[in-house]
């Protein structure tokens, strides 16, 4: 059974950095991850991405202020956030493309239950 559990969401103030992480479990394999956001009354929207390979992909609305990683052994996708701003606020969605199971081959998209992050003074 797949699986994403997303951490480190919460409430912080304007300017200041959250960190998210996303561990996938019950895979074989992994291709692009990444993370979406929706804040009420809005679509989900794409945030930043990574490939398999490291090729990273930015909303403009967050370019110079977070940076997306992955560690490929731990199949973990992270967010850093900094200079965070109240426009942020959202719930945040991970995302993991392409992923087989042991049992499977066919690759399908899983996404994380999601995790609130709240920027207020």
């Known amino acids: 059974q797949v699986q994403l559990v997303e951490s480190g969401g919460g409430l912080v103030q304007p300017g200041g950095s959250l960190r998210l992480s996303c561990a996938a479990s019950g895979i074989y394999s992994i291709g692009p991850m990444g993370w979406y956001r929706q804040a009420p009354g809005k679509e989900r929207e794409m945030v930043a991405f990574i490939s398999a390979a490291i090729t990273t992909n930015y909303a403009d609305s967050v370019k110079g202020r977070f940076t997306i990683s992955r560690d490929n052994a731990k199949n973990t996708v992270y967010l850093q956030m900094n200079s965070l701003k109240p426009e942020d606020t959202a719930v945040y969605y991970c995302?993991?493309?392409?992923?087989?199971?042991?049992?499977?081959?066919?690759?399908?998209?899983?996404w994380g239950q999601g995790t609130q992050v709240t920027v207020s003074s």
């Open positions: 995302k993991a493309e392409r992923v087989t199971t042991r049992s499977s081959g066919q690759e399908s998209d899983y």
